[in-house]
């Protein structure tokens, strides 16, 4: 499964300025597109919302060959239930970690030079203080399951990861595609993995003729598809092709064929004063701040 990549985590938040600060100024990655949207996505990539809702991609450099975050703001929500299902991205930045402390933002040390620090919306980030070991400095994402055994048979037996370590004791297992990309972590805890409304979704490419062999293996093994194979649109940009798994404790997992999604992943030089230019112009805050109303939970 070497064709296939670890491409971006998904993140509901309903703070950008805040959000903003944190991957610029505190992690120091880039804006490396901002996209807007009238209504919801075909494949629910906003979650189960329908209004209008924009989206933007951050990292520390292109997409091609960096695992990046996915922020979708849904106008007109101000925050998201928490679940115990998204555990923590893991990232090598000495850099990070100096910024942080520049910038007052709050650090935790929980291992010798690990720092656990939180993104507005109270997603954790663990912070290596260290040189990357590869180009891409974000080393894992980890998620919550509720039985090891049975996760590590869907997302290395029908999902064809790679296990690169597997702790019993622990319960915990790392997978990935290759030895050069973000890593997936799975951790096992006591009870059910609880999404709430904060929920999250991790993608992948994969070569687009795999789309529809992956989609018949899902029915067959009668695992959840949440969206068949469907084509999302992007104004002005290119047309891919997805579709929507869940795990056995529900992590929703996006596979995208991978010619198109280079396409539509190219670097936007503007990128980040479209962000900055759709934040001037949005003025929700206001509007419920007059009404003295607060926005919606998610």
């Given at each position: 499964?070497?064709?296939?990549r670890?491409?971006?985590?998904?993140?509901?938040?309903?703070n950008?300025?805040?959000?903003?600060?944190?991957?610029?100024?505190?992690?120091?990655?880039?804006?490396?597109?901002?996209?807007?949207?009238?209504?919801?996505?075909?494949?629910?990539?906003?979650?189960?919302?329908?209004?209008?809702?924009?989206?933007?991609?951050?990292?520390?450099?292109?997409?091609?060959?960096?695992?990046?975050?996915?922020?979708?703001?849904?106008?007109?929500?101000?925050?998201?239930?928490?679940?115990?299902?998204?555990?923590?991205?893991?990232?090598?930045?000495?850099?990070?970690?100096?910024?942080?402390r520049?910038?007052?933002?709050?650090?935790?040390?929980?291992a010798?030079?690990?720092?656990?620090?939180?993104?507005?919306?109270?997603?954790?980030?663990?912070?290596?203080?260290?040189?990357?070991?590869?180009?891409?400095?974000?080393l894992?994402?980890?998620?919550?399951?509720?039985?090891?055994q049975?996760?590590l048979?869907?997302?290395?037996?029908?999902?064809?990861?790679?296990?690169?370590?597997?702790?019993?004791?622990?319960?915990?297992?790392?997978?990935?595609?290759?030895d050069?990309?973000?890593?997936?972590?799975?951790q096992?805890?006591?009870?059910?993995?609880?999404?709430a409304?904060a929920?999250?979704?991790?993608?992948?490419s994969?070569?687009?003729?795999?789309?529809?062999?992956?989609?018949?293996?899902?029915?067959?093994?009668n695992?959840?598809?949440?969206?068949?194979l469907?084509?999302?649109?992007?104004?002005?940009k290119?047309?891919?092709?997805?579709?929507?798994?869940?795990?056995?404790?529900?992590?929703?997992?996006?596979?995208?064929?991978?010619?198109?999604?280079?396409?539509?992943?190219?670097?936007d030089p503007?990128?980040?004063?479209?962000?900055d230019?759709?934040?001037?112009?949005?003025?929700?805050?206001?509007?419920?701040?007059?009404?003295?109303?607060?926005?919606?939970?998610?």
């Open positions: 499964m070497a064709t296939r670890a491409l971006h985590f998904v993140f509901k938040v309903g950008r300025f805040q959000t903003a600060r944190f991957y610029r100024d505190v992690l120091g990655m880039k804006i490396l597109r901002h996209e807007e949207f009238e209504e919801g996505c075909k494949a629910a990539c906003n979650g189960p919302y329908d209004g209008k809702w924009s989206k933007t991609m951050v990292g520390f450099g292109p997409e091609d060959d960096h695992f990046v975050a996915e922020l979708t703001y849904n106008y007109g929500i101000g925050d998201y239930t928490l679940g115990n299902d998204f555990m923590g991205i893991t990232l090598a930045s000495k850099q990070a970690v100096s910024n942080a520049k910038l007052e933002w709050p650090l935790r040390e929980v010798d030079g690990v720092f656990e620090t939180e993104a507005p919306g109270g997603y954790k980030f663990y912070l290596q203080n260290s040189s990357p070991p590869q180009s891409d400095p974000v894992k994402v980890t998620l919550a399951v509720s039985d090891l049975k996760s048979n869907y997302w290395s037996n029908l999902l064809g990861m790679k296990i690169y370590e597997k702790d019993e004791e622990k319960q915990r297992a790392l997978l990935g595609y290759a050069n990309q973000c890593k997936l972590e799975l096992g805890i006591q009870g059910a993995v609880d999404h409304a929920f999250g979704r991790i993608a992948f994969c070569p687009k003729k795999e789309l529809p062999d992956l989609e018949d293996l899902m029915k067959r093994q695992q959840k598809i949440l969206t068949p469907v084509s999302l649109d992007t104004p002005g290119a047309t891919v092709q997805v579709v929507i798994l869940a795990d056995p404790d529900g992590h929703e997992i996006c596979f995208v064929g991978d010619e198109a999604f280079r396409e539509l992943s190219k670097m503007k990128g980040s004063k479209l962000l230019d759709a934040m001037a112009a949005d003025k929700s805050d206001e509007w419920f701040a007059k009404q003295n109303k607060l926005k919606a939970s998610g």
